[in-house]
């Protein structure tokens, strides 16, 4: 797992979370809901329960930013984990879903680094 995976999200997934989240909720929900993450531990969770839970569609491989994550698992690059959050029920992916698009792909059963709030 380590191989493919960095133990902690990079410092530029905390703003794009932010910028995804608050197109859903108010900026300050937002910026609240990315501070927990940054506070939060790392988990693994399988690459097709997080897809299911999102109830968001698989990207095509042929997508150019699924593409790109595939290619640089295979060169040995190492990848920031999901940012996820629950909300109304819902999982919503606020950084990642590139990502875990391409991991399904090498397995669906692959566990998956994340951070959940």
Do not use: Q
């Amino acid at each position: 797992m380590s191989k493919i995976w960095l133990a902690n999200p990079e410092a530029h997934d905390f703003p794009a979370a932010i910028d995804y989240l608050e197109l859903l909720m108010p900026l300050k929900e937002a910026t609240a809901l990315v501070e927990e993450l940054k506070k939060v531990k790392t988990k693994n969770k399988k690459a097709k329960d997080i897809l299911r839970a999102s109830e968001l569609p698989l990207l095509p491989k042929e997508n150019i930013h699924v593409t790109a994550n595939l290619e640089k698992f295979k060169n040995g690059k190492k990848l920031s984990p999901l940012l996820l959050v629950r909300s109304g029920g819902k999982l919503i992916i606020a950084d990642g879903y590139h990502r875990i698009c391409a991991s399904y792909y090498l397995s669906e059963d692959l566990e998956v680094p994340c951070r959940i709030v």
